[in-house]
């Protein structure tokens, strides 16, 4: 079984739709992080949790919330989705100390908002 | 704010040749790099990482750092068409809020 799943894997999606992608872990790590990729953007960071008690803002967290449930679970909300919400999503986890940069990624969620 | 530049490419190298990958990098507290390979249609996965100037070697991976002049680079030995693929450098600063900031990442194809 996949360390770090996604779900869905595939979404398409009207303006103005509350969504939720979810994602789960099994590496027991503390760390959580969403991103976006867009072409010849990179990889950007939404949001980015250290524990359960904590949620942080990366740099374009405007239109987007998080929950993370438990150790093992973090998800990522559109309250209203938006054409420029379009993209590719990635869930990751990682640890603390010096391998912090290390993180594991789960498969995507392509999502399409029309 | 922290910027990571890499060159878009695309990069095209012969099979069996060296690739070679470059990302510099602009905030002087940077402390740690790491290069991740992300497939077409794939997650990133993590290569190499390197902490220290110098070089680390893994395999056919060379990862090279120089902080007196921010640039850290990757090569790849006897390129195997199987490591066509999209390279994203990233860096973390440990003094900071520990988060990664990628560069936007380099497409490299090797040619059979």
């Known amino acids: 079984d996949a360390d770090v799943t996604q779900t869905p894997r595939n979404r398409i999606t009207k303006t103005g739709k509350r969504i939720m992608l979810e994602c789960s872990q099994t590496?027991?790590?503390?760390?959580m992080y969403w991103y976006r990729q867009d072409p010849g953007l990179g990889l950007r960071l939404i949001y980015y949790s250290f524990d359960v008690k904590d949620i942080n803002k990366g740099e374009i967290s405007d239109g987007y919330s998080v929950s993370r449930q438990a150790q093992a679970k973090f998800s990522l909300s559109l309250e209203s989705a938006i054409p420029n919400q379009t993209a590719l999503y990635f869930c990751?986890?990682?640890?603390?100390?010096?391998?912090?940069?290390?993180?594991?990624f789960g498969p995507g969620t392509r999502l399409t908002v029309l | 704010q922290k910027e990571v530049e890499q060159n878009s490419g695309p990069l095209s190298v012969p099979e069996g040749a060296i690739a070679s990958l470059n990302c510099t990098y602009s905030?002087?507290?940077?402390?740690?790099f790491f290069w991740y390979r992300q497939y077409s249609g794939k997650s990133p996965e993590l290569i190499m990482s390197i902490y220290s100037n110098g070089d680390k070697e893994d395999g056919r991976f060379t990862a090279q750092l120089n902080k007196a002049s921010q640039y850290v680079s990757l090569l790849i030995r006897d390129s195997q068409p199987s490591d066509s693929a999209t390279y994203l450098c990233a860096e973390i600063s440990n003094f900071g809020n520990e988060k990664l900031t990628f560069g936007t990442g380099t497409r490299l194809t090797i040619i059979p």
């Open positions: 590496k027991g790590h503390d760390r």
């Open positions: 990751a986890t990682g640890t603390s100390g010096l391998t912090n940069g290390e993180q594991f």
């Open positions: 905030d002087r507290v940077s402390q740690s």
